[in-house]
């Protein structure tokens, strides 16, 4: 199947554990994302990646860091995880043209609650 | 700052009425417009995506409409069906900033059969 996958669907952890999302897409697309679905089912972008470079970096806590590896991975390693951080985080890829993208394709999501 | 509005908040038909839902954006400089579809506890569906010099895409019973300059998009479904029940999110991208999508709250539809 030709999809975004991310992994682990939940993820159920103590304040101050650091833990990481894996996302994976076989779609030959050049760049990756990762959204928050905060509780209010608002959708806000926190990175972007073309290409393995770090495009969009949208004011998030350095706790969080994403990483490529190649175009088709894109990890997301959250440090000291706080209350405040849970939510649904949600990978996504496009093929995009110098800043414009083509559609997107969105994983299923990963619904981390800190306790 | 680019903002997506989306109009109403929630929306109870019965089955097998049309509806529309309603997006609104204050830039109109933009890529795109995509029309997603998330059900409870699930991921984002994409079920439209209109390029800036587009006017219009359909999909079976959905058909999106973009009116670029007045920062407007409608999302019409014909024949609703209690199967259409969901979250329908409209998101923008906004040629200022490239590689991201900015998304409106989302309009939550229920379909009573």
């Known amino acids: 199947d030709t999809a975004v996958s991310q992994t682990p669907k939940y993820l159920v952890t103590q304040m101050g554990n650091d833990k990481s999302i894996k996302c994976e897409q076989n779609?030959?697309?050049?760049?990756m994302y990762w959204y928050k679905q905060d509780s209010k089912k608002f959708l806000k972008i926190m990175f972007s990646?073309?290409?393995?470079?770090?495009?969009i970096n949208e004011t998030v806590p350095n706790r969080f860091s994403p990483k490529s590896p190649d175009k088709a991975h894109l990890n997301l390693h959250i440090n000291s995880l706080e209350l405040g951080d849970s939510a649904v985080y949600f990978c996504?890829?496009?093929?995009?043209?110098?800043?414009?993208?083509?559609?997107?394709?969105f994983g299923s999501g990963t619904r981390l609650t800190v306790v | 700052k680019q903002e997506v509005t989306q109009i109403p908040a929630a929306l109870s038909v019965p089955e097998g009425e049309n509806l529309v839902l309603n997006c609104s954006f204050t830039?109109?400089?933009?890529?795109?417009l995509q029309w997603f579809r998330q059900d409870p506890g699930k991921g984002l569906t994409s079920l439209l995506l209109?390029?800036?010099?587009?006017r219009e895409q359909t999909s079976g019973r959905l058909n999106a409409s973009l009116d670029k300059s007045s920062g407007r998009s409608t999302l019409y479904i014909a024949a609703s069906q209690p199967g259409d029940s969901a979250t329908y999110l409209c998101?923008?991208?906004?040629?200022?900033?490239?590689?991201?999508?900015?998304f409106g709250a989302g309009t939550i539809l229920r379909v009573k059969s």
């Open positions: 996504a890829s496009s093929l995009s043209d110098r800043g414009r993208d083509y559609g997107y394709t």
């Open positions: 779609l030959g697309h050049d760049t």
């Open positions: 990646y073309n290409n393995k470079e770090l495009i």
């Open positions: 830039d109109s400089a933009i890529y795109n």
């Open positions: 209109i390029q800036s010099s587009q």
């Open positions: 998101a923008v991208s906004p040629m200022e900033y490239g590689n991201k999508l900015v």
